[in-house]
């Protein structure tokens, strides 16, 4: 062991590694829906901390450190927390490498290797996580459980699934250890548990000042999750399924053709890496998503050389086989070489976040000003109306505040609004008819040609049901322009309520309903009779697609998507309004029909409630053109 002798060089190597690889950022704001959101997480932190409550955890409060904006000092923060998470990763290859008995300029090369080709805060965290519970595995030292749990609630306030893939890993770890020393260890159980609870509201205590958004957070989390699992199945397009299918079997083999219990336990930990940190990736199966797997696989692999004293020369082929059977099978591949092969030119970012950062900064806001006067510029005369009083915007582009340099924004208690389960519906309901929202909303489009278009081809009046018919009760449209409604809060709210039509039917899944002749707006509930195989299906790979389309007098079809979870409420059946401009855009619909891509998950008939929407003074069915139409 004469080699590590001088662990202190060795250290400062790392260091100096974690500095001069610094990644490139794009600390500009550009138009775009996960760009509202980044800059909603830095704004919020910079200038109103005791509001971060009002963060919903896809997403966390600390989040701006995978992609900070030019706010205060948070580009420097960034950039140190970069460096130090790349320090800990070559922190524990360069210590696992000692134990192992390897040469420590291999975990120099891997380190390297890692920090010039990629960064990705979920890759990085995960593998150190399993790193250093594979450290606690040999030394015990209660050093590793507190790194083990700084990541894991950290992870958790970046992102949800980073915190949950943490619990997921220690829960394995000790598990599997318990399993080879026959008793289950509840002294290393306490000390997990507690050091985990403890950083956990620790971090939580100084972002919220309180517990009860620490402990409200865990709710936002679990209803999240179950909401994400419905809607990225939207990603459900053409794949081989055969490749994929070699990927994971060439991946699982690799457990079970090594016997060496210390690289067994690594790789458990890894299949379940793979699995939870990355199900997006698997899921989502689009250009913008699938790197996530491929760069994981990449640091697993590197880490793996580690072991190479201990494991099957078939490790490595089956490794390669599972990457490249996975790269095969996507259908879109052109962000391959953006992602893999990314060389950092880390000092000039050095220069530009940490030495030059006020000049860099200036330069940063002065590119976002321009990026955003394209996208986000309101109209004079909506700025004369909301330059009095308080005012958020609808649904999800939080971009205008910064575009028009608003300093009367007030951000509601759940900002995503992107198809959301009916649990922050009905939350964000509640609070646009509260004393505490705002004066102004100002409502953009879902696009240029349609304005009740929703994300992921759905229909937005059938996403944010509650919320919408909240702003149709407490405000009234005062201005339009472009694609903008600019609404007022109403001096007396108006009453929209929904009220049963005739009975409950059951109908056949893909059969056309005609629609019964009602002078109100109609719509529906609808109720699946799911099997066993949909929640399995829906767990352990992808959800399927479920869709809604309408047809007219004319046999004119509009085809959307809808998500069970919010249909089981109110889905709108007829009118369908489209334009907030064009009065022939008041679509009258005769037929609908429920279809979804897999015929196996439910016994083919569904429940179907029909109900009417009233609007208080006016019952006709013309009565949300009116509205959008004063």
Known sequence: MNSFKNKGLNYLILFAISVLTLSYQDHTISSGLDSAYYWAFSYLLNFHPGQLDKITFTYGPLAFLNYPVCYGSLIIIGSFFQILVKFTLGSGLFKLSQLLGVDKKIAFVLFTLCCFTMYNGEAYFNIILILFLMLYYFDTKFLYLIVISSFTAIGYYCK??????????QGAFLIYSGLLAKKIDFKLFLKLFFTNLFIWLGI??????????????LATYYQNIIIYNE????????????????????????????????FKLFWLMAMLLLYTGYTHSLIRMDNSHYHGFLLIL??????????????????????????????????????????????????????????????????????????????????????????????????????????????????????????????????????????????????????????????????????????VVSLFENYNVIKQSGNILLLSKRDKAIKVQTEDFGKETEVNSGEWIRLPQVNSILGCAVKYDFNLLRGLKKLAYRDDEFFIEYRMATDLK????????????????????????????????????????????????????????????????????????P
């Open 298 to 467: 990449v640091l697993i692999i590197c880490v793996t050389v580690l072991f190479y004293k201990n494991i099957s020369k078939y490790t490595f082929p089956l490794l390669i086989l599972s990457f490249f059977c996975y790269y095969g099978n996507l259908s879109n591949k052109r962000d391959y070489s953006d992602f893999i092969i990314s060389i950092p030119n880390g000092p000039t970012n050095v220069s530009n976040y940490l030495i030059n950062h006020s000049k860099y900064k200036a330069k940063c806001i002065s590119q976002s000003n321009t990026n955003l006067s394209y996208t986000n510029k309101l109209d004079a005369g909506i700025l004369t109306e909301i330059k009095n009083g308080t005012v958020d915007f609808f649904p999800w582009d939080l971009l205008y505040v910064e575009a028009n340099k608003l300093r009367n924004w007030k951000p509601r208690p759940y900002l995503q609004s992107l198809k959301m389960s009916p649990y922050f519906d009905k939350k964000t309901a509640v609070y646009f008819a509260s004393k505490e929202a705002p004066d102004h909303i100002v409502w953009h489009g879902g696009s240029q040609n349609d304005f009740l278009y929703g994300i992921d081809n759905s229909y937005f009046l059938n996403d944010e049901f509650y919320s």
């Open 160 to 169: 949800c699934s980073i915190g949950l893939s943490g619990v997921l890993f």
């Open 231 to 262: 809607t990225s199945a939207y990603y459900n397009t053409a794949d081989n399924i055969f490749l994929l299918l070699i990927c994971c079997l060439s991946f699982i083999s690799v457990f079970f053709i090594n016997k060496d219990e210390r």
């Open 204 to 217: 939580g205590l100084i972002l919220f000042r309180g517990f009860t958004p620490i402990i409200q957070s």
């Open 558 to 629: 509009i085809k959307d998507r809808i998500w069970p979870v919010m249909v089981k409420d109110f889905v709108w059946l007829n009118p369908i309004v489209r334009s907030i401009h064009d009065s022939l855009e008041y679509k009258d619909i005769t037929e609908v029909r429920f279809t979804n891509t897999n015929k196996t998950i439910h016994s083919g008939k569904l429940k179907i409630q029909f109900k009417t929407l009233k609007f208080e003074g006016d019952e006709s069915k013309r009565a949300l053109y009116k509205w959008l139409n």
